[in-house]
């Protein structure tokens, strides 16, 4: 299923510090420099998203972004044995123009490559495998008591979407993408919701988003319909914002970040009212990424207390709705297999793939070279993940 994002956001040139810049080296504050700022990311050159997407959070260009601050204490990621796969990872990683590959297995590092001249210490952005961190903040607000229920109408938080039609939806359906309210994501068409929403002037005091999203009409009832949705996200995350009363980066780092041991800050990418965009754009490093895997793989527990409610992780990552497609489905921002696999997506090649019964997780960093939803690369990304999850099968039938 195509997955497009809102980053008409991020094609705005703004003011960074000297020191930033010239941290960079000069090549890639020459292809940074010459970025178009009259068209959104998606449109950009392989060379300028190769230079751009390591740097998102931190140049005189794009956005403006706010610290995920990490703990003290880094969860382990002690060494395994090599995995012996049956394909050529080096020919895989130049099909995906990979920047980062990590596999862990049983909590221990059994791959971990580098590509595009990228490497364990840089942050690399997420694109939509930022929805499924919103997702379990939306978990870790009910526990904490700020969201009382997953059915809950959105308009209890956002007082402001009264009357609209998403004055009938709930949390759940938000999380589901099954709002039954109009929403265009096709990139390709300047007249799509995806393309107006950002040049959108908003009434004094509401969001710009809400004030976009409420005028939107209803096309099926809530809950009948799956429909990709980048601005549901982005509305989920205002929606944690005024329950918790807490930036996302903040609630972030308080919740999961410190908490489940990520050894480097992160930063998340505002929008230009200085909203967190809940469905796009946490920069973090590669051994992170796979870190929340981790921490999700061992039931996002934070000691001896899950972060969630008793029965919520299992919720989200397991098929809440059919998306079309023979054995997959979605839970709760969380793209499903039948298998009881799940994985988090984003655009040109990011994700983190998580098996339970193999207590895998499977973290990757790309640009893709065929574009943002480039098909031969995700169907190779799967055979990836099929090759992987064959390995483990055979290393346990030899034992």
């Known amino acids: 299923m195509i997955r ?9 040139m703004l003011v960074g510090t000297a020191a930033t810049w010239f941290s960079l080296d000069k090549e890639t504050r020459g292809v940074l420099a010459a970025l178009p700022t009259n068209r959104d990311l998606l449109f950009w050159s392989q060379r300028q998203r190769d230079a751009a997407f390591r740097a998102l959070d931190r140049l005189p260009v794009l956005a403006k972004s706010r610290v995920i601050p990490a703990g003290g204490t880094p969860m382990p990621l002690p060494p395994g044995p090599p995995l012996k796969l049956s394909l050529d990872l080096d020919a895989y990683m130049a099909g995906q123009r990979s920047a980062a590959l990590l596999v862990l297995h049983g909590g221990r590092l059994r791959l971990e490559r580098y590509g595009l001249d990228f490497d364990a210490d840089g942050r690399w952005t997420s694109f939509s495998v930022a929805k499924s961190l919103t997702s379990t903040l939306v978990g870790a607000a009910i526990r904490d008591g700020h969201i009382r229920s997953m059915d809950d109408k959105v308009s209890t938080y956002i007082p402001q979407m009264k009357g609209s039609a998403y004055d009938e939806v709930s949390i759940r359906q938000l999380l589901t993408m099954t709002s039954g309210v109009r929403w265009n994501e096709d990139y390709a068409d300047p007249q799509s ?5 950002n040049n959108h002037q908003p009434e004094e005091g509401v969001d710009a988003l809400v004030s976009y999203l409420r005028r939107l009409p209803r096309e099926v009832p809530p809950g009948t319909r799956w429909h990709y949705s980048t601005g549901e996200t982005n509305l989920v995350g205002i929606l944690i914002n005024r329950a918790t009363g807490k930036p996302l980066a903040e609630y972030l780092s308080e919740k999961i970040w410190r908490p489940a041991g990520m050894a480097s800050p992160a930063t998340w990418i505002l929008s230009r009212t200085g909203q967190e965009i809940s469905g796009c754009c946490i920069q973090a490093a590669t051994r992170d990424f796979a870190r929340f895997g981790q921490f999700i793989l061992n039931g996002a527990m934070t000691g001896d207390q899950s972060l969630v409610p008793e029965g919520w992780l299992s919720e ?14 979605y839970g709760y921002q969380w793209w499903t297999y039948d298998d009881g696999s799940f994985a988090a997506r984003g655009i040109f090649g990011q994700g983190i793939f998580i098996d339970p019964k193999r207590q895998l997780v499977i973290a990757s960093n790309a640009n893709w070279g065929g574009g943002a939803t480039d098909r031969v690369a995700s169907d190779a990304r799967e055979a990836f993940y099929q090759a992987v999850q064959a390995a483990i099968d055979s290393e346990a039938a030899a034992r």
């Open 4 to 12: 497009k994002l809102a980053l008409g956001l991020l094609a705005v």
């Open 193 to 197: 919701d995806v393309a107006l929403f």
């Open 316 to 329: 989200a990552t397991s098929r809440q709705t059919g998306i079309d497609k023979p054995g997959r489905g």
